[in-house]
C-alpha cells in the first residue's frame, strides 16, 4: 500500500520564477492538503483541498495556488519566487477532511529558491 | 485562535528511562490532537492521536500520549527511550469539525543518549 507520494524530491529555482509540485495522496484517501515547512520550524497550512475545490486557505499569498484532479492527486504552484519561499513542502492526505481520520504526510519536496 | 504550545525545544534522557515531551494546546471547539515525528531530511510520520474516548491514547513505537482536557494539555510518554527515538517530535491540533487545518507547536528535539 503506497503512502504519499510527492515529486520532485528536490529542486532549485531562481527567484522570479515559477514552480509546480506533485501529490499523489495514499491509496483510498481523497483529501489533500499542503503545509510548507520552514527550516528549524513547524509545518504552516497552505491550503486542503476536497472534490476538486480548495475548501480552507492558510494565510498565504495569491501566489500559491493549487489543483485537485479527479484521482484525488493534487498539484501546488508557486509564481513569482522569492527566496523566502524556500522550505520543505509537505502534503498530507486523509479520507473525509472534516473526520478524525489519521492525516498521513508526503516525505515532502525541497525547494532552494537563489 | 487555535494554537500550540511546545514548552521545550530539546528533552534529553538517558536510554531506559522514560521520556515526556510536553503540549499544550488552544481550540474554540473540541479538539482533535496529534503527534508526529519526522527524522532528518524526512516528512512527518504519524505517531497517535486523540478524537475521543479514552484519555489514554496508545500509538506507534510504545509510545502513548494522556489527553488532559482541564489543563488543555496532551503530553507525549513513553517508559523505556530507545537511542533511535530521538528526533523532532511535533504536537499538532485541528478543531473537530470545523477546520480543517493542523496547527503545529514549533517542534521538541528529543536526544536520548546510550
Known amino acids: 500500500d503506497a503512502g504519499v507520494t510527492q515529486s520532485p524530491t528536490h529542486l532549485i529555482k531562481t527567484r522570479g520564477q515559477q514552480v509546480t509540485l506533485r501529490c499523489s495522496p495514499k491509496?483510498?484517501?481523497?483529501?489533500v492538503s499542503w503545509y510548507q515547512q520552514a527550516l528549524g520550524q513547524g509545518p504552516q497550512f497552505i491550503f486542503q483541498y476536497y472534490e476538486e475545490e480548495e475548501r480552507q486557505r492558510g494565510n498565504f499569498p495569491d501566489r500559491f495556488s493549487g489543483h485537485q484532479f479527479p484521482n484525488y492527486s493534487s498539484e501546488l504552484n508557486v509564481n513569482a519566487l522569492l527566496l523566502g519561499d524556500s522550505a520543505l513542502y509537505l502534503c498530507?492526505?486523509?479520507?473525509?477532511?472534516?473526520?478524525?481520520?489519521?492525516?498521513?504526510f508526503g516525505e515532502g519536496s525541497w525547494l532552494t529558491v537563489v | 485562535a487555535q494554537s500550540v504550545a511546545q514548552p521545550e525545544d530539546q528533552v534529553n534522557v538517558a536510554e531506559g528511562n522514560p521520556l515526556t515531551v510536553k503540549c499544550t494546546y488552544s481550540v474554540s471547539g473540541n479538539p482533535y490532537l496529534f503527534w508526529y515525528v519526522q527524522y532528518p531530511n524526512r516528512g512527518l510520520q504519524f505517531l497517535l492521536k486523540?478524537?475521543?474516548?479514552?484519555?489514554l491514547v496508545k500509538g506507534s513505537y510504545g509510545f502513548e500520549a494522556e489527553f488532559n482536557k482541564s489543563q488543555t494539555s496532551f503530553h507525549l510518554k513513553k517508559p523505556s527511550a530507545l537511542v533511535s527515538d530521538s528526533a523532532l517530535y511535533f504536537c499538532a491540533v485541528r478543531e473537530a469539525d470545523s477546520s480543517y487545518k493542523l496547527i503545529f507547536g514549533s517542534g521538541t528535539r528529543l536526544l536520548v543518549r546510550p
Open positions: 498530507a492526505s486523509s479520507y473525509r477532511g472534516l473526520s478524525g481520520n489519521t492525516i498521513y
Open positions: 486523540y478524537i475521543t474516548g479514552d484519555n
Open positions: 491509496s483510498g484517501h481523497d483529501t
